[in-house]
């Protein structure tokens, strides 16, 4: 069974990491061994197999995964999430001071490195989150789990 779209996961919020712990993010490869992370339960409609795609099933449904289940990675794939006004307007003025900040007169320079250093939070933040990762693992049980977040498994 292929648990997709239009199935929806539903997973408890797993803890963010901080920066005290010495450890990266994850980053799954194919054909590792890996286990969920917490207990998840998946739920939404489902459409028998006979009938057409582009009709929908009258059915709901539920299926819980307990937290341990092992599987193995059979895909795993990376997703630019998009830059926010403020990220934008970070890259350009930090470009417009690296390129022309030592032609600058000094109080157009000194407003802005201020303009840079007020943004650099929302960089900082951006890079932490730039690229997101989702994996299509096959657990032992037989269900595979696709589009699943990276966060969801830990190397088993």
């Given at each position: ?10 997973t408890p919020r797993l803890p963010d990491r901080t920066d005290e712990e010495d450890e990266g993010p994850m980053m ?129």
């Amino acid at each position: 069974m292929i648990l997709s779209s239009p199935v929806r996961l539903a997973t408890p919020r797993l803890p963010d990491r901080t920066d005290e712990e010495d450890e990266g993010p994850m980053m799954l490869s194919v054909g590792q061994r890996v286990r969920l992370a917490a207990d998840l339960r998946l739920a939404g409609s489902v459409t028998p197999a006979e009938e057409p795609p582009q009709e929908t099933g009258a059915f709901a449904a539920s299926v819980a995964l307990a937290a341990g289940i092992e599987g193995t990675v059979e895909r795993v794939d990376e997703h630019h999430r998009r830059q926010s006004h403020e990220v934008r307007e970070y890259l350009r003025l930090k470009s417009l001071l690296d390129d022309f900040g030592h032609q600058m007169p000094p109080g157009s320079r000194k407003q802005l490195e201020e303009q840079v250093g007020a943004l650099e939070e929302e960089w900082a933040a951006h890079q932490r989150r730039m690229l997101r990762v989702t994996v299509r693992v096959r657990l032992d049980n037989g269900f595979v789990l696709d589009d699943a977040p990276e966060e969801a498994f830990a190397s088993a």
